[in-house]
């Protein structure tokens, strides 16, 4: 058998391992960045692998045959992830988000979840934990999923129309399996359910209206529906301004069929805008990536499946945590080294790219990791 060549320019093998500083620094719970953000949200991505090959994710033909995912030593096993779990949340994550890649594709899940759902915050709260998923077998895998202690789902769903969901996640799934799977996740007791709808213009915004109405219709309206706009993550995907969808257009084709009502944030760092009907019909989300940053409240890390710490969606570079838990650093050496990283984080990459005119494509999209691999 011939060897596997990993190209060199292959981010996922650039990530300097952190220093562990002379003197320890304890987890107090109170991290900041230099610009004074908490650290709160961990996203975990759990395999680079997906069954789908949505366009503006995981394009076929840079993610064909040919590719080379992380081989199976690369990954961190449950423990390794549970171990460095356990240092971030006593650095102050109260929420985890399993992502991928598409996460139910990794073996087992049940037993990750088992183990995360078991630690606690300094305050001893139960954390909040999430799963986002691209529904394809929910249906088979909710009911587990939840007796493994799993609290609610965030399922991606672009479209109603058959032929535009087919042709979009290109490998010609059907909308009615990944119904199912809301379905199934709603009678397993898993929620909120959220729904994530990537906005396209010119590919799926005729879709919107179907959506929000399904959506208002069904659940008794308890599902929240968040309309993301799309955005420049990786250097696969060849995003261009002119396909992104402002938020801003998506309400006015809202609130033109239905009044909307804004409500206030749940959380400090929350991503999405909230809306409600005000005929009481639920609740929608928008999510701005593009033409509004949140970058100032971002208090979000993403562990890439290797074990990389990624400090922003759109970093260029990771650091190697995996490194250090397979090199016998101790529990104290680690949390003194995240400590480090997370002290030392200015990243606001929607914020600068917010400042370039309008015509400019993504910035230094040479050089950033795939959304696949850090998850969303
Ligand atoms: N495979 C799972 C799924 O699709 O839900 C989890 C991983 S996916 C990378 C996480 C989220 O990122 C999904 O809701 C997906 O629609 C979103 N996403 C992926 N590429 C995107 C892009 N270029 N712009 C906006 N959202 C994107
Ligand atoms: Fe897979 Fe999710 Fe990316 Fe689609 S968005 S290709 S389902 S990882
Ligand atoms: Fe956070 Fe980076 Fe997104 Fe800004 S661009 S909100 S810093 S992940």
Redesign the pocket.
């Known amino acids: 058998m011939g060897e596997t060549i990993i190209p060199l320019a292959d981010l996922r093998y650039a990530a300097p391992v952190p220093v562990i500083p002379a003197q320890a620094i304890p987890a107090t719970g109170l991290l900041a960045d230099r610009l004074g953000r908490p650290l709160r949200d961990l996203r975990i991505s759990v395999t680079d692998r997906?069954?789908?090959?949505?366009s503006?994710?995981?394009p076929k033909e840079v993610?064909d045959r040919d590719y080379v995912f992380l081989p199976q030593t690369s990954l961190l096993s449950f423990e390794e992830i549970t171990r460095l779990a356990r240092i971030f949340v006593a650095h102050g994550v109260q929420k985890i988000r399993l992502?991928?890649?598409?996460p139910l594709l990794r073996k087992g899940l049940e037993s990750l979840i088992g183990l995360l759902a078991g630690l606690r915050t300094p305050d001893g709260d139960a954390l909040d934990i999430t799963l986002?998923?691209?529904g394809?077998v929910l249906a088979r895998k909710a009911a587990s999923l939840r007796a493994a202690g799993l609290q609610r789902v965030t399922v991606?769903l672009d479209g109603l129309d058959d032929a535009v969901f087919r042709r979009m996640?290109d490998v010609d799934f059907p909308v009615a399996d990944v119904l199912a799977g809301i379905e199934a996740a709603h009678a397993a007791g898993l929620g909120p359910i959220k729904v994530n709808m990537?906005v396209q213009r010119g590919v799926n915004a005729q879709e919107i209206l179907p959506m929000a109405r399904y959506f208002r219709d069904h659940f008794d309206g308890r599902i929240v529906l968040r309309f993301i706009e799309y955005m420049d993550v990786g250097a696969s995907n060849g995003w261009r301004m002119d396909q992104v969808l402002p938020s801003a257009e998506v309400l006015a084709l809202l609130q033109a069929e239905w009044p909307l009502l804004q409500l206030d944030p749940t959380a400090a760092g929350e991503t999405a805008e909230r809306w409600r009907y005000a005929d009481g019909r639920g609740e929608i989300g928008l999510i701005s990536s593009v033409t509004r940053a949140f970058c100032q409240d971002c208090n979000r890390a993403r562990l890439s499946t290797e074990g990389k710490l990624f400090l922003c969606l759109f970093a260029s570079r990771g650091h190697d945590l995996r490194s250090l838990l397979r090199g016998g650093a101790s529990d104290a050496d680690i949390t003194s080294a995240l400590a480090g990283v997370w002290g030392a984080r200015d990243d606001r990459y929607s914020e600068l790219r917010a400042a370039l005119p309008a015509a400019a494509g993504p910035a230094g999209a040479e050089r950033r990791v795939e959304?696949?691999y850090i998850?969303?």
């Not at 997906?50 to 949505?54: A, I, L």
Request: hydrophobic share 20%; glycine share 16%; charged share 10%.
């Open positions: 997906c069954n789908f090959r949505c503006y994710c995981m993610f992502t991928g890649g598409e986002t998923t691209n394809s991606s996640n990537v959304m696949h998850g969303g």
